[in-house]
């Protein structure tokens, strides 16, 4: 009938146009404005091998690097996700009270938030400056700097994410790792 | 490779069967 | 962190409302142009030609919903072709294999019907041809189906002779509404950082020798029409909070624009197709109020740190961060929530299985309420129908009849409005009530107690509303799910659009009459009041129950002390 006629006609113009049309018109935009980004912001090692993902958290456990915050699905790319475990589960609590350990936290001197709290994704990126200072005696000790040296680095990385509207600065954690190894590559 | 099973038919069926339901509704609504 | 949360929220919603406006307009000029000359007739001529004989016809209510419920079945069985084919078919880098026959159905009438419900991870289950040839381009034609939808009804409750072509219309909001605002986020979204590629997953090798394979893809192409559609569904499993879908604060604060933008541009359209410019405002101004109660109370409940760090020696100043990204800012989950759940979009910008409990009530009652704001189109539909039951019931309060826009609103009328908004309550609740006593239920939940509960209340809520937004930790891909859920989603999409579409038919067969002194208003602040606890009350009614099962007994029993 009509309709189903006009119908199919209709599928086939909005393929063209909506899928097709409008899929290519952004990537052709994409691979000439931004093409890094749009490949996945990867970052490359000197020799051209893929490194990781600026925008993408990956797994360190090293005493030398800097650590993310946890992921639920042990920082796999290609599967994301969260806990979904509710605030108030004990499973929480028990991923938490071994990260504590991993971390050395005492009531004196608490853990910040994040780094027991997994990401909604599991890839975040980013630990807020304070958890990069926490860390940052343990990394010092790692690789032979002085605490100074190490906190400098932090600073100089550190960003607010929405400008005046996000008064927490953050720090990206590759990227910190990557100026470390780089300052003891120069040295 | 896996292809299209029966069940892949029955639950497309299912989807046509909904729309034929919803078209009764709506000759149902109109009679009402 | 809250005076953040404020300021935030201002922006976000204040700046979506002044770009609102002259997009309600546009809209209205776009779906119902006036003079049979000047652009828009260009556009009716060439969408005629593109549709064929189909679209020469003037429709009445009944027709139209024929026509829309064809082109919806088609769009199903196109998607489902696609979907069940992947394996054979190009554009498949990662080789994606066979998608089980359940989750086909599910996805199929999950995209349809606007829902974008997944019960998949998309970076693991999707090749880039399913992802684009089917569920994207659901996003578009859904969507436009709920405009096209709504500005059917304010044609007729404009008094016209017919309601339009639904082929006509589709287009129009295809081509000259959702995809020229797609395209320009799209386009903000690409130079925001997200990935826009063909190439399959990257293979890294981590600084400390371990492979991570990333995967990307078609990206901001996608997330663009997923928002501005309320559609939701995310190219990846956890949705906007992947860095890949929201990079930045900015884009963060782009999405959530895009979230509410064209359903507020909606009323406007509504309030301008009718004629009644200042009856709309009244309408945005109490979907707004109940939007910003949800705010107000979801950024104050988010502000309790995550309980079960309770006795650990963790800090406790930044709320609760489970399953939260940082570079949002604190509070831009909770905030996300609401909008996501006024509108039926049903992204996320944060887990919601890991909101303290009341926060997480927020979004529910978004969902049950289905019109604070609403999905595109469907949102004012569905306020239409609580429209028509409030001002029936103040009609029969004070004695007089029952009128709105001077169309006389009587029984039949009204007893089609309630058995819309019935039939949302009764797919709920029964849904949650025979997955609750089953294994099908039982067995799929990711946390204890109230929580669980709260998992299947949302899973049906979400379906129901055709939100699409979840309680990710229910293990909710199995046959039983899919199905339910699959089926809900259909039926709680076209029967709230069939019936107000019956309801209008219904109401052009009477006489119009003047409005005289003695016509209850529309653009006063007592019809306000009226339609506010009306919502309310239908609302509370039927849900609060469930509430106290769920999200209230959770919080009662582990966050107060």
Known sequence: ?187 | ?32 | MVTYAILFVIIIVGTTIALSWPLGNYMKWAMDPESAEGGAARFTRAFRWIGGRVTRVQQDWKRYIVAMLIFNLVMFIVSYAIMALQQYLPLNPDARGAISADLIFNTASSFTSNTNLQHYSGEVSMSYLSQLAALMWLQFVSAATGIAALAAIARGLAGRKDLGNFFVDVQRATFLVLLPLALVVAILMVLGGLPMTLQGAAHAMTLEGAEQIIARGPVAAFVAIKQLGTNGGGFFGPNSTHPFENPTFWTNALEMISIILIPMACVWMFGRIVGRTRHAAVVFAVMLALVLIRMAFAVGFATAPTEAFDQLPIAQNAGNLEGKELRFGATSGPTWAVLTTSTSNGSVGAMHDSLNPLVGLMPMIGMWLNEDLGGVGVGMINMFLYIVVAVFIAGMMIGRTPEYLGWRVESREVKFAIVALLAHGLFILGGTAIFAVTPWGTDTLNNVGPHGFSEMLYEFSSASANNGSGFEGLGDNTVPWNVSTGIVMLLARFIPIILPLAIVGSLMAKRRTAESAGTLGVEDGTFAGMLLVTIVIVGALTFFPAATLGPVAEHFMYMVK
């Not at chain 1, 343990?138 to 100074?148: D, I, K």
């Not at chain 2, 299209?4 to 709506?26: H, K």
């Open chain 1, 1 to 187: 009938m009509d309709s189903l006629l006009g119908s199919l006609r209709l599928v086939v113009v909005t393929m063209l146009i909506c899928v097709a049309g409008y899929a290519t018109v952004i990537w052709g935009i994409g691979q000439i404005l931004t093409s890094s980004t749009a490949q996945g912001s990867l970052i490359m090692a000197p020799d051209g091998k893929i490194v990781g993902s600026r925008l993408i958290a990956q797994n360190f456990t090293e005493a030398k690097y800097f650590w993310p915050r946890p992921s639920a699905v042990d920082y796999n790319a290609a599967a994301a996700g969260g806990s979904n475990k509710s605030p108030t589960s004990t499973d929480l609590t028990k991923r938490a009270e071994e990260i504590v350990s991993r971390y050395g936290a005492k009531a004196a001197n608490p853990l910040p938030p994040e780094l027991a709290a997994a990401s909604g994704a599991g890839l975040d990126p980013h630990i807020s400056v304070n958890a990069a200072m926490y860390q940052a005696k343990r990394v010092a000790e790692a690789r032979g700097l002085p605490l100074s040296q190490v906190e400098t680095i932090i600073r100089e990385s550190e960003f607010a994410p929405g400008g005046f509207l996000t008064p927490d600065r953050l720090v990206n954690v590759l990227e910190l790792n990557l100026a470390l190894d780089r300052l003891a590559a120069a040295q």
């Open chain 2, 1 to 32: 490779m896996e292809g299209p099973s029966t069940m892949t038919f029955v639950y497309l069926l299912l989807g046509i069967a909904i729309f034929v339901l919803l078209y009764l509704m709506t000759e149902a609504v109109d009679r009402a």
